[in-house]
């Protein structure tokens, strides 16, 4: 599966942006899918997922801001993202998993997009 993301760009704290992440390729229900971010000098960290099943996951420091959701019609999984602050900064990445795990980490996902970038200004 080929996956394309968009929507990144530079905000104030405080604000909002949508992340969409458009997959092609195969069958876009039967893959879970998710987002990592990797800030400069850091590790890829998992920010959220969502399962084939609409199951959702969020690590603790999006939890309340951020929303994961997914459109099976238009093969697009989004991440909006709201209450944004200056270390939410980060290339992000979406990804495809059609394994058991989904919510373990970056690690439960074979299938990349090439990352968009989200500057938050203080």
């Known amino acids: 599966v080929q996956l394309q993301a968009s929507g990144g760009g530079l905000v104030q704290a405080g604000g909002s942006l949508r992340l969409s992440c458009a997959a092609s390729?195969?069958?876009?229900?039967?893959?879970?899918m998710g987002w990592c971010r990797q800030a400069p000098g850091k590790e890829r960290e998992f920010v959220a997922a969502?399962?084939?099943?609409?199951?959702?996951y969020y690590t603790d420091s999006v939890k309340g801001r951020f929303i994961i959701s997914r459109d099976n019609a238009k093969n697009t999984v989004y991440l909006h993202m709201n209450s944004l602050q200056p270390e939410d900064t980060a290339v992000y990445y979406c990804?495809?998993?059609?394994?058991?795990?989904?919510?373990?980490?970056?690690?439960?996902?074979?299938?990349w997009g090439q990352g968009t970038q989200v500057t938050v200004s203080s």
């Open positions: 969502i399962s084939r099943l609409y199951s959702t």
């Open positions: 990804a495809a998993g059609d394994g058991r795990t989904w919510y373990g980490g970056c690690g439960d996902y074979v299938y």
């Open positions: 390729g195969r069958t876009f229900i039967n893959y879970n």
